[in-house]
């Protein structure tokens, strides 16, 4: 688990005030959705320590000034396929800008460079995607790379004009790969790339 104290609270609500806008009371969301990233990094360890403080580094400036809470995520997996659980499934993190009230997100330990993602966290993400299915009515699984795709969707609400990040994680092969295994909850992906060249 990560640290979810009454100032991680407060700036989570913060947040969703922002960019999800009306008056949400608490932090916990309805999960429709299964957003897949890498953390950038080797260590699990260095993950969990930069992820368990509340507030964001100042260093990442477009997304301080987007809110002080930190990023974060409900799972990380990592290189061996070990799943942890750093919060409830249903309480809001902030790791996918327009999704965070619906997605539930899982990040795994590597950078698909030097520590490119491996066949256990394939492995286990599907297993979890799974978990998570069975669990919430999540009717879509998408990479990080792909969240742009879900601009036009009803799911997606980001209150801030121009507020977008364009992100590379994990990427289309990993994500087929994950995808080849869970076929069988015929899961949707993001809407067809058609608005990507607007
Ligand atoms: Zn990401």
């Not at 507030?55 to 400036?61: D, H, N, P, Q, V």
């Not at 301080?64 to 396929?81: M, S």
Request: net charge negative.
């Amino acid at each position: 688990m990560i640290r979810y104290d009454d100032e991680r609270t407060s700036l989570t609500l913060e947040y969703r005030r922002l960019h999800e806008g009306g008056d949400p009371q608490d932090v916990t969301i309805t999960p429709r959705m299964v957003v897949l990233h890498h953390t950038g990094g080797p260590s699990a360890d260095a993950a969990w320590r930069y992820f368990n403080r509340p507030t964001i580094e100042s260093g990442r400036a477009t997304l301080a000034k987007a809110g002080r809470v930190n990023v974060g995520a409900q799972f990380l997996v990592d290189r061996d396929g070990t799943i942890f659980r750093l919060m409830p499934e249903d309480w809001h993190a902030r790791h996918c800008v327009g999704l965070n009230h619906v997605a539930i997100g899982v990040e795994n330990v590597g950078d698909g460079k030097e520590h490119p993602l491996t066949a256990a966290q394939i492995e286990a993400d599907a297993r979890l995607i799974r978990y998570l299915a069975a669990t919430f009515p999540i009717t879509h699984v998408i990479g990080h790379n792909e969240a742009l795709q879900m601009r036009e969707h009803p799911y997606f609400h980001e209150e801030v004009a121009g507020y977008k990040t364009r992100k590379g994680d994990p990427g289309p092969a990993f994500m087929a790969a994950v995808r080849e295994r869970i076929a069988d909850l015929r899961l949707e992906g993001p809407p067809p790339k058609a608005d990507a060249a607007r």
